[in-house]
């Protein structure tokens, strides 16, 4: 187990470093310098670009940029707001983002386990079609398709919920935008779910449950779900790569003031500094969530752990 | 003992005097079959060959013909879109701007009309746009026309276009490669699978929106960028399909067989393994069909995908997004085509697995 541990982690670090990597490549060999002023002097550009470092050798400017980067430090905005920290837009930005997403993990999750359980229950019944229809539909819809006729339907024409995030209402204004991150999340489970407590259902320790007198409820939650959910565990990568592209869109259409807004921001405005650094968080938050749902499954289901150790060590 | 000796022997009735309690009768056995025994040997049981079996099975559900059937006609929409709209793409037609649609025919029944409700300060007002032009009598816009004056019509058959032009590249250019490198890393084993595997541990590790994003930003916009970005991270689930197939497989007999015959590994790979899980990967390959569609809108939509004045569907649902709420007829239009356009691809997708693994139903 702990071989097992160490190797991921192992993996994860050095996926961590190659991304430092490639953004520092980026930010070095990327088009123009931001001393591309023609009013300054040989001399004046030397002294700039002593004062920033770039006059040092390459590999101590990676050093210095990683030095940076793992402590947070991630420079100043260039374009979006002119010389403001980018670590202070961060902190008043990722709780917005991070209380969003949260919202549509928990919303997505609840009714995508609900639908799957009824879908099984009620098995080849129109029950069962419905789910399966509004699985297959929140995967292939785009969320940002979704979140459109949200903010139209119940924004613009209803007037339910602000069509635009309010700092001052930040329940109500956040409705919208969590019922349209959470589509995706509630189909995929809902689909896994259903699948995988079909063929629990149907397996020989249910049949002796039931034997034994166990049914309706205490069957379901305790016997079967249980089992039924372990393999859920898997969705979990496709779900966060889901929010992440999600959270982007969706900020945008209801201008919720996160993370991903600033980042398509950032890329609109060609402000690099915003970009790297928020790649750099982006990485960093998929990567750990990636490496703890690696170890949880190898926690939960033995045969992944040996497997995988067996077949790769 | 063949069947002609026992039949003689029955009719005959012949038994031993020795045996007499133990006589069989005539009645006592009968034929499994009547008839001519000979013919029903030489007859064979008709052959169904793997792949017609699959079709037939693939005919039968009723998703995947409609989701067929759906793709078919829009991607004839979207060859002969733009040829028959009497617009092109790019055309701004001065004073055509923000028309809803209006279809011939359908105008009569006071439905796509011209007409739309625009809210003003004092309430809703109905206004036809088409009645302030000159020759308004005879201009017809049938998805309407864009902010600046550009036929709907033909920017979603033509965003269509792009769209799926997209999508096939990528999807043909890293099943290719993920094909490869899968069918290469399994084959060979040991320490090239191990250097292989790792890559492609450590690639997967990197969120592809940030690779996709950062490539593009370095590449400027535009058509090769996005093909190119699309790919970067594509192959992998691809590689991953190949890779196991080919461990399932290399160990079986006719590779052996092959093998011993003094195959090359190279055709060993595309002959002996490849036409055996061919099927796999095409159903895997259309999954990233509508994986790449949205790809490109997603990053349409945040500004980074096709370059004005090309359109993709990403990128018109983009521009309208900007004025939904004046004018939402903008973006139904595109939605739908884009909505309907993968859902097909993944309902299609799913039938063709099912299909060709009838055990994989459910799943």
Not at chain 1, 70 to 90: C, E, H, R, T
Not at chain 2, 45 to 59: C, D, N, Q
């Amino acid at each position: 187990m702990r071989a097992y541990i160490l190797k991921r982690a192992a993996i994860a670090v050095l996926t961590l470093l190659l991304i430092v990597l490639i953004l520092f490549v980026l930010m070095t060999f990327l088009p123009g310098s931001p001393f591309n002023d023609e009013r300054l002097s040989p001399e004046q550009i030397a002294t700039l670009r002593a004062r920033y470092g770039l006059d040092q050798p390459i590999l101590v400017q990676f050093w210095n940029f990683m030095k940076n980067t793992f402590s947070g430090d991630f420079g100043v905005s260039y374009a979006i707001q002119k010389n403001v920290p980018i670590s202070s837009f961060l902190s008043s930005r990722l709780p917005v983002s991070m209380r969003i997403g949260g919202q549509a993990i928990l919303l997505g999750t609840f009714l995508g386990l609900i639908l799957g359980i009824v879908a099984a229950l009620k098995h080849n019944t129109i029950w069962d079609t419905l789910c399966t229809v509004l699985s297959v539909v929140g995967v292939s819809i785009p969320s940002y398709v979704f979140a459109l006729g949200l903010s139209y339907l119940f924004g613009f024409k209803l007037k339910w919920f602000p069509i635009l995030y309010q700092d001052a209402l930040p329940f109500q204004s956040s409705v919208l935008a969590t019922v349209a991150l959470s589509l995706f999340t509630m189909a995929s489970i809902a689909r896994f779910t259903r699948t995988e407590l079909l063929e629990v259902l149907s397996s020989d320790y249910i049949l002796f449950a039931q034997s034994r007198g166990i049914d309706g409820f205490r069957l379901i939650a305790r016997h079967a779900l249980r089992n039924a959910l372990i393999p859920v565990v898997t969705v979990l990568a496709p779900l966060v790569v889901g929010l992440m592209t999600g959270s982007l869109v969706v900020e945008r259409i209801f201008s919720v003031p996160g993370v991903g807004q600033l980042l398509v921001e950032g890329i609109q405005a060609n402000d690099y500094s915003v970009v790297t650094a928020l790649s750099f968080v982006y990485s960093l938050l998929y990567i750990a969530i990636m490496l703890v749902v690696d170890i949880l499954y190898g926690v939960i289901d033995p045969r992944i752990r040996l497997a995988k150790g067996a077949s790769q060590s | 003992m063949t069947i002609e000796n026992a039949e003689t022997r029955l009719h005959a009735g012949a038994t031993p005097p020795a045996a007499e309690e133990f006589a069989f009768d005539e009645h006592d056995f009968e034929f499994a079959a009547e008839g001519d025994f000979a013919a029903l040997a030489a007859e064979p049981i008709s052959p169904v060959s793997f792949t017609k079996e699959a079709m037939g099975r693939l005919a039968r559900n009723r998703g995947a013909l409609c989701s067929l059937f759906f793709i078919v006609l829009i991607v004839l929409f979207a060859l002969i879109g733009p040829l028959v709209s009497g617009y092109s793409y790019e055309q701004q037609l001065t004073g055509h701007d923000n028309m809803a649609p209006r279809i011939q025919g359908l105008e009569k029944l006071g439905f796509l009309d011209g007409r739309e409700a625009v809210p003003m300060s004092t309430g809703v007002k109905i206004v036809n746009k088409y009645e302030k032009l000159e020759d308004g009598e005879t201009v017809y816009h049938w998805f309407g026309t864009d902010v600046l004056g550009r036929d709907l019509f033909t920017r979603t058959w033509e965003g269509t276009r792009i769209s799926l032009f997209i999508a096939l590249v990528a999807v043909l250019i890293d099943m290719l490669f993920g094909m490869s490198y899968g069918l290469i890393s399994g084959y060979f084993g040991g320490k090239v699978d191990m250097v292989m595997q790792r890559i492609v541990e450590v690639l997967h590790g990197i969120p592809n929106l940030i690779i996709i994003t950062l490539l593009i930003i370095v590449l400027k916009p535009g058509l090769l960028s996005i093909i190119l970005a699309l790919m970067l991270t594509g192959w992998i689930g691809m590689s991953r399909v190949a890779r196991a197939q080919m461990i399932k497989l290399k160990e079986q007999e006719f590779v052996l067989a092959a093998r011993t015959l003094g195959a090359r590994p190279f055709f060993l790979i595309s002959k002996e393994v490849l036409p055996n899980i061919i099927g796999q990967l095409l159903v895997m390959s259309m999954f990233s069909i509508p994986s790449a569609i949205f790809s490109e809108a997603f990053l349409a939509f945040i500004g980074i995908g096709i370059p004005v004045p090309m359109a993709s569907l990403g990128s018109i649902i983009s521009d309208s997004f900007k004025s939904l709420t004046a004018h939402p007829y903008m973006m139904i239009f595109p939605v739908v085509v884009l909505g309907l356009l993968m859902l097909s691809f993944n309902l299609l997708a799913d039938g063709l697995r099912d299909a060709l693994d009838p055990r994989m139903k459910d799943r």
